[in-house]
């Protein structure tokens, strides 16, 4: 797993920048640098703008935890193609997990009766909240990754993928 401090000796490194000369740049000891380097402090967040303009990346990259995005885009001519759309429900201890391809949604969507007696392992409260003509909409633009996470009042959680 990445760390700013990883990150930033990476950058560092390809730039061929001595923990010196990053610490004069940011008006910081070298000491600071290394200890960002290895993990015992972070930056001064008013300082990673001059750190990822210094090695010519963005401040998203200086953070990238190496996990990837939550949520992406894709080429548009990609976007329904074998997607599946995951619907994750989180109750207190209890979690259920449903795959759907993407194609079942559009015709759960057309067919009013088949959408009214779509239910979700008893969790209605939260899935009723979630519009699924706007996660399709999100999809035909190429959003993919996380769309969706709604909490309701009792706790009960409903997170939608799509992948």
């Known amino acids: 797993m990445n760390s700013i401090g990883k990150n930033i000796a990476k950058y560092r490194k390809e730039k061929n ?39 010519n990346v963005s401040v998203d990259a200086l953070l990238d935890d190496g996990q990837g ?19 994750r429900c989180i109750d207190g201890d209890s979690k259920v997990n449903v795959n759907l391809p993407l194609a079942l949604i559009e015709v759960l969507l057309k067919n009013d009766d088949l959408a009214n007696s779509f239910h979700f392992g008893g969790k209605e409260n939260a899935f009723k909240s979630i519009d699924f003509n706007q996660i399709l909409e999100l999809v035909s633009l190429g959003v993919m990754g996380k769309l969706v996470e709604v909490e309701d009042k009792d706790g009960e959680t409903v997170e939608v993928w799509v992948e």
């Open 17 to 55: 920048i001595t923990q010196e000369q990053l610490a004069e740049i940011c008006n910081v000891s070298p000491q600071a640098v290394s200890k960002w380097e290895n993990d015992v402090s972070c930056p001064d967040v008013t300082l990673l703008k001059t750190i990822a303009r210094t090695f």
């Open 69 to 87: 995005a939550i949520t992406t885009f894709v080429e548009e001519n990609k976007t329904k193609t074998n997607k599946l759309l995951k619907i």
